[in-house]
Structure formats: C-alpha cells, structure tokens
C-alpha cells in the first residue's frame, strides 16, 4: 500500500457503510484518554488499550532511535523499555494533554530515555525479561534498512513512520467498516484505488470482478476515498487533545508522507 493517500484530507459517509469501531466522533475518547485512565489499575481495559497502542507505534520509535545512531539491538532494547515504562503505572503520573499531541510526547518521552545514560547503562540484556509487546527484530531491520536515504533527520523519519501507522489503522478500521457491512468484496477489489492518481487504473477489471458496470465502480471507489478520508481524520483526531488541531494536523501528516 502506498503512502500516498490524497483523499485523507477529506470527510464524507458514502456506500452505506458505517463505522462500527466507536471512532465516529473524534475526541470523544482520545489516546491520552487511555494512557491517563492506565493509571487505574482496577481498569485491565485500558491496559489492554495501552498495549495496542505499543503495536500501533512501536516502529515510528524503533526506527527514530535506529537513526540516531544505535545499533538494532539497542533499538530493540530501547524500544521495548520505553514501552515497559508507559506501561509502569507508577510513570504515568505527570503525564497530560497540556503537553501536546500524542505523537509529541512519545517522542518527548523516548528523548528522555535517550539521555537517561544511567537508565541505559544498567538496561536489562535483550533476552533477560519478559517483553512488553513482541515484534520481529529482524523484520524491524529490514523495513528500517528499506527507509528512503534522502531522511537523514531522525525527527522526519519518526513523522513519516508515524503518519504511515496511522494510515494503516485507518485502513484496518475501513476493511472493518466494510465487512460489517457485507461489503468486503468490495472493499478488497477497490482498495487499490486509494493509493495515488487514476491515470492508470483498471476499472473495467475491478467492475468485472465485482459484477458492475464501469461506471458504477468509479461511484464505488469515489465512496471508498470519501469514507477513508473520514475515516483517517478520526484516527488522526484520536491522538490530539483539541479538535482546533485537525486540519493542521492532517496536513502535516499528508506532507509527511509525501516528503
């Protein structure tokens, strides 16, 4: 799939699918929500949150401390410690939105624990805990190592990773939306459709395969476009504080990905 999603940016329903993941309205419960309710240990739900948010975003931080310099073994070590400390509930008390967009204060955090020499000196060797959350190092290494040279900043990488991951769990949320809809035929013919421009696209294969018409699969796509672009914004508003953020963020984001 690739980064390039230029109907983002762009809200709509469309093809009667509606979201049945609970994000239709952005804010009402954001990712700070969840990391300050993680405090409340009588809450395992929120727990379970925290700990989908480390597979969501392991890789953008992975792959920040790997360009500034560590080995893949210290990445993989760091990363896996800055996420034992979020999940340490005794860590999470100074946390607060007051602090800026979510995306700001992992990497905010994650700076702390690159300068905390005394925290890393007296790391744990890879191997001798229980992870957090498990990925595949050497999987890890390889998308890293397939990073485009031209990011020599650490902070561009980390923001291109980031907007990369957000994009993927709009896309998970909009296969959900589909298939809840029983449409997943649908969604898994014209998906495609999402990256880049039409100058050569196939749409008379993609109405073959779904029993339309031409025309009828260029409405389909244009739905699929409008619903993603929904889809991302509620994503993206799930890691900000304030819906005055929004457009900027999602503009940021966009330019990201595209850098």
Known sequence: MSER?????NGGEGDNVKPNHGSSL???TTHWTVVLAAADTKSP????????LCRNYWYPLYAYVRRRGCSPEDAQDLTQEFFARLLANHALGSVSPLKGKFRSFL???????LSDERDRANRKKRGGGQPVFSFDAQIAEERYRSEPACE?????????????????QALNRL?????AAGKAEVFAALHSFLNGDDSDRDYSGAAARLGMTEGAARVAV??????????FRNVVAETLDSPEELDVEV?????????
């Open 175 to 179: 296969d959900e939306d589909y298939s």
């Open 107 to 113: 990497l905010a955090r994650m700076n702390h624990l």
């Open 26 to 28: 952005p804010f009402a």
């Open 45 to 52: 739900a929120c727990s379970a949150a925290l700990e989908e």
């Open 152 to 168: 020599s900043s650490p902070e561009s990488i980390f923001e291109r990773r980031w907007a990369a991951a957000l994009v993927a």
């Open 251 to 259: 503009r940021h984001l966009i330019g990201a990905l595209s850098g």
């Open 222 to 231: 244009h739905r699929l476009r409008r619903r993603f672009g929904a889809v």
């Open 5 to 9: 999603h230029s109907s983002a940016g």
